[in-house]
């Protein structure tokens, strides 16, 4: 039978130097992954993350849309979280989620633009075309898109999940990330293969042709990953969007796609008016949009945590500005400057990043809040603490001095496959099986857990816990209990992680 096994958290998928060594990926880090996640519009920061102890502050700036103080959500005696963020709340609790405090930049522009533009580019020069990212990825990977994918790098770099390539993943000669609206059915474009003739046309559709090629390679990668792929969480809601899509991209990264970054989009948070109902302010529109992103995440997070990548994976919300400290006249509120950042994941620093916002009793010339930490250095300590990138060469894709932050920490439990014995894949027999059936896994003399999950994704019990003698294994079970249908088996070891598949007839 076929056995539908995690990746291991491991430090090998063939990475090559093909970079001066002072660019290339160090092993601990070439499985990492991030997800970035854009609230598009401008995210009211102090309708999401609260200063409780300056409540009575923010009575007299925004009355008309404040959450009663009673129904916000704790996160520590001065912060609190919107209500309907109960997921990320249990996050926070769980030591998965941290609030970064006041993230902005010099001399804030309040245009979607041109803001969005520097969020993406990491520069405030108006002259820089090229994201932060697509930059790293230039001095890690030279000469994309010539001669990509290939048999080192066969996955995208980067996906941007939704029908356009992401700005934040733009390099020199080409954009690092791949559009992908569904993994299930990826574009088929069609084939196409050119000479060129040393003309400027020739060379333009020698450059498309070889786009198209890409995309359809890389389509491929996609499918297969995705098909190859699970998911274990049943919190994710088919309705939401943003779930939805998380749930594609656990599916991607169980089913072994390599890429490093991906990118998701909420519409949105462009809020002026109807941000809160009249009728009552703990509802409308940017509750909706907060509750969509916290439980989505929240699902994200807990198929992380089932699927055994947690420690893999790690994510970041922004926003291109944040909004004023006083509402509107029109149960909303106009574009302003700094706002809180969201930090989730397994291996990070949790807790709360920087010192609440100050929110003076009388507010002057449409105040936002001031900028305390600059976004760009949020960037470079991911860049540095999760990626493992050089400081040298970090300092080289911003043209600020950078000043690190303390935003992640090292997973001492990576799992490395580096032996035979990881190789060689579990297996269930007889599969199908009626009412006993053997499991057949491979030890290095550790203490192993196995679990027994359905196809919901819920663990139905603890079924062995004990160590385990090197060599080869054989476990016996009975299963003439279960219900007909699929279920799966997750053993778990400190060196060894996977999922097991079997049919009960």
Request: proline fraction near 4%; glycine fraction near 8%.
């Amino acid at each position: 039978m076929a056995s539908l096994s995690l990746p291991f958290v491991q430090n090998g998928f063939s990475m090559q130097a093909i970079a001066k060594e002072l660019f290339s990926v160090p092993k601990s880090a070439e499985d990492k992954v991030l997800v970035l996640i854009r609230m598009n519009g401008g995210n009211d920061g102090l309708n999401m993350i609260f200063p409780r102890d300056q409540y009575a502050e923010l009575v007299v700036q925004r009355s008309n849309i404040l959450i009663p103080e009673n129904s916000i959500l704790p996160l520590t005696s001065s912060v609190g979280l919107h209500p309907k963020m109960s997921g990320m709340q249990t996050m926070f609790n769980d030591g998965k989620l941290s609030v970064i405090q006041n993230v902005g930049y010099p001399e804030h522009n309040r245009s979607h633009f041109r803001s969005m533009d520097i969020w993406t580019t990491g520069a405030l020069d108006i002259n820089q075309t090229s994201g932060w990212l697509g930059r790293y990825f230039d001095s890690a990977y030279p000469n994309f898109p010539d001669a990509y994918p290939n048999v080192d790098y066969q996955d995208p770099f980067a996906i941007s999940m939704g029908s356009e390539v992401s700005s934040t993943c733009q390099g020199l000669m080409g954009n690092f990330s791949h559009a992908v609206s569904n993994p299930f059915n990826s574009s088929n474009l069609l084939l196409t293969s050119v000479t060129n003739d040393g003309t400027y046309y020739g060379g333009q559709i020698e450059y498309i042709s070889t786009l198209i090629n890409q995309t359809n390679e890389y389509g491929e990668q996609i499918s297969s990953a995705a098909s190859s792929g699970n998911s274990l969480s049943n919190l994710y809601d088919p309705l939401n969007p943003l779930a939805v899509q998380l749930k594609y991209v656990a599916q991607m990264i169980s089913g072994g796609l390599k890429t490093k970054v991906y990118i998701l989009n909420v519409n949105g948070f462009d809020t002026h008016d109807g941000q809160v109902d009249a009728n009552d302010v703990q509802e409308g529109l940017h509750a909706n949009l907060l509750q969509r992103i916290s439980d989505a995440v929240h699902a994200f997070q807990h198929d992380l945590q089932l699927l055994g990548l947690e420690q893999r994976v790690a994510g970041l919300t922004f926003s291109e500005f944040g909004r004023q400290i006083a509402s509107n006249g029109s149960l909303g509120t106009d574009h302003g400057d700094a706002a809180p950042l969201l930090l989730f994941g397994s291996c990070i620093s949790s807790g709360i990043i920087g010192a609440n916002p100050q929110i003076p009793n009388q507010v002057n010339n449409q105040a936002g809040l001031t900028m305390a930490i600059d976004f760009r250095d949020v960037y470079a300590s991911i860049l540095k603490d999760w990626f493992e990138v050089d400081p040298n060469v970090i300092q080289g894709l911003f043209e600020q001095q950078v000043n690190y932050l303390d935003l992640l920490q090292g997973c001492t439990n990576s799992i490395t496959e580096s032996t035979e014995v990881a190789q060689q894949k579990s297996l269930v027999y007889p599969n199908p099986s009626l009412n006993q059936h053997q499991i057949q896994f491979n030890s290095r003399g550790e203490h192993y857990e196995i679990f027994l999950v359905d196809q919901q994704g819920k663990v139905r019990s603890k079924v062995f816990e004990g160590f385990v003698q090197a060599g080869t294994v054989n476990q016996v079970f009975d299963v003439a209990f279960l219900v007909q249908g699929t279920y799966y088996y997750l053993l778990k070891s400190a060196a060894h992680q996977e999922l097991v598949s079997f049919q009960k007839l």
